[in-house]
């Protein structure tokens, strides 16, 4: 529902702001009191295309806002979720326009595309105009239309259900076709590059082991040689040992010498010292002494584990998943007949597993189409449109167009006068007959849509009286479950409305300006006395008036 709409410096509206409410609204004054500015402002913000003369003379900018409070499950929200933009309580459509004619567009204060803002907008509302229709006059929403008449939402959702299951068979077929085109392209190549990670055959970690075995054999290698170095210094010039001996023996000829004893003792000692040094370091280097060829394989292995990862692009931590795809590929090409023969046959079953739930929903579709053209007749007689014949046209469509809509073209048509052959909705009226048309389509499908606003740009122009009411009526009718504004020239019709809006012209301080003012009940009969008796308002005009609203209550 819209719920505000906000308008500054577009033509003669320098500054309004309107509050709406559910029900019906009428808006009615004098011809060129502007009461088409405040549609085409509307407008602006549902998308419409701007132009360099909606700037109001003086004014850097037009801007207008539309304020929507629409259900928690209304498409418009989904639109918001697919372009990742916020999601409030109420959406914002605002429109913004230079004098040169350039706009932006923004939604929840979010910049957006003129596009975008168009789609949001033509989800919200619906604009029956003379000269201008959307929604029931586009014919790609008269299938859904037609299916939420007859309560046809179930086989509806069922065929969509079984298209979306035969595209992706046809899909998974498609892409089946395509991986064994290629590995047949390709089978020499994959071959060779099997065979050859089959010899690596590489090991999730491999690299990272081989890395760390490689430090550490290089670590015992520089650790082997220092103990040789530290054992070869021990015996060079005859050795430690050998010195320490000779050093003895020279000392123990001083016979019982007691000031030598002290040295001898100590020479005993270092010799006993030496001797244990050298066996621990013989004892260490033939421990620690490295495989020669340990080393050697171990850099290899990665050496050649790295250069086949370059080869194919990837890292080493990869190459076996990459053996895996591989392999994958070959078995497509050896089990490729019989994977190809079961997708097909999966896109057969799809395909009329969709065809009988299509052929179900074109029967459905077929006596609803009786109940709605029916139902439509009843209401265009009262609307003086009882010559008009309204149809339900359904054609089957070929095999390569069936869609997830069924297998059926749906399009409303219409002949206006006898011996007329049907046609589209848009091409058959004029602009009177075309509103009032709409009027009564809106009536009887007013549940089809999921458009909560509904805008009626003199539904009743050309009648008057009984026809007049009539459309009050029904426009009352539709506003019990929709949000209605009506722009109108018959005090019958506004008669009808919840709510009443004058829009009128001023003249001050040498500028005009559009205003709309919400009348009350006395001024409202006032008003609907100025319809009903024109410029000079007599007392049974005001009487007339009275009972037209009384007739309301």
């Known amino acids: 529902m819209l719920v505000a709409l906000s308008i500054r410096d577009v033509i003669l509206i320098d500054r309004l702001d309107l509050a709406l409410g559910q029900g019906l609204t009428a808006l009615t004054g004098e011809t060129g009191a502007g009461k088409s500015i405040l549609l085409d402002s509307l407008g602006l913000a549902l998308g419409a295309r701007s132009e360099a003369g909606l700037v109001r003379a003086g004014a850097a ?6 304020v929507f409070e629409p259900p928690a499950d209304h498409p418009a929200r989904r639109l918001l979720a697919e372009h990742g933009l916020p999601d409030e309580a109420s959406i914002t459509l605002r429109r913004v326009v230079q004098p040169d004619g350039r706009s932006r567009a923004f939604v929840n204060d979010e910049p957006v595309s003129v596009s ?28 859904s239309l037609l299916d939420a008449f007859g309560g046809l939402e179930g086989e509806a959702e069922r065929v969509r259900g079984a298209f979306a299951a035969w595209r992706a068979a046809e899909r998974a077929l498609t892409d089946a076709d395509a991986a064994i085109a290629a590995a047949r392209r390709d089978e020499e190549w994959l071959r060779h590059a099997l065979a050859e990670l089959d010899r690596l055959a590489p090991e999730a970690d491999e690299e990272e082991r081989l890395d760390q075995l490689r430090r550490s ?31 003895t023996r020279n000392l123990e000829r001083l016979g019982g010498d007691a000031a030598v004893a002290p040295v001898l003792a100590a020479l005993s000692a270092a010799q006993d010292a030496v001797a244990e040094a050298e ?63 079961a997708l097909a046959n999966a896109v057969q079953s799809a395909r009329e597993a969709y065809r009988v739930a299509a052929e179900n929903l074109s029967a459905a579709r077929r006596r609803a189409a009786e109940a709605l053209a029916h139902a439509v007749a009843k209401e265009l007689q009262p609307l003086k ?28 048509l219409v002949a206006m006068n006898q011996g007329q052959s049907p046609a589209p909705l848009a091409k058959c009226a004029s602009g009177g007959e075309l509103s009032r048309l709409m009027l009564a389509l809106k009536v009887v499908l007013a549940r089809g849509s999921p458009v909560t606003t509904l805008v009626f740009d003199e539904v009743d ?27 109108t020239h018959s005090p019958q019709v506004a008669a009808k409305a919840s709510r009443h809006w004058q829009v009128s012209k001023r003249s001050e301080g040498g500028m ?5 003012e919400v009348l009350d009940s006395a001024a409202r009969r006032e008003e609907i006395a100025r319809m009903l008796a024109g410029e000079r308002i007599t007392d049974a005009a005001r009487a007339a008036a009275a009972d037209l609203l009384a007739g309301v209550s």
């Not at 900018?61 to 539309?66: E, F, H, I, K, R």
């Not at 015992?220 to 210094?233: P, T, V």
């Not at 046209?393 to 073209?409: H, K, L, N, T, Y």
């Not at 122009?461 to 722009?487: D, F, N, P, Y």
């Open 461 to 487: 122009a050309g009648i008057g009286g009984a026809t007049a009411s009539a459309v009050g009526e029904r426009l009352a009718k539709l506003a019990e479950t929709l949000q209605v504004l009506v722009v």
């Open 385 to 412: 449109l009882e010559r008009a014949r309204f149809v339900v046209d359904m054609v089957r469509r070929e095999p390569q167009d069936w869609g997830p809509d069924g297998a059926d073209r749906v399009q409303f």
């Open 61 to 66: 900018q037009a801007v207008v806002s539309a």
């Open 116 to 143: 975008l803002l168009k789609r949001l907008g033509e989800s919200l509302v619906e604009i029956e105009g003379q000269f201008a229709q959307v929604g029931l006059a586009d014919a790609s929403t008269h299938a």
């Open 279 to 341: 066996t621990l370091l013989e004892r260490l280097v033939a421990d620690t002494a490295p495989d020669p060829r340990a080393l050697e394989a171990a850099e290899e292995r990665l050496f050649a584990l790295r250069a086949t990862a370059r080869k194919h692009q990837v890292t080493v931590a990869e190459l076996p998943a990459l053996r895996e795809r591989l392999q994958e590929r070959l078995g497509e090409l050896d089990l490729g007949t019989e994977r190809i023969a």
């Open 512 to 516: 005009t300006r559009t205003h709309v």
């Open 217 to 247: 054999l290089q670590g015992a290698e520089r650790r082997a040689e220092a103990l040789a170095s530290a054992r070869d210094e021990l015996a060079r010039n005859r050795g430690v040992a050998q010195a320490l001996r000779a050093a």
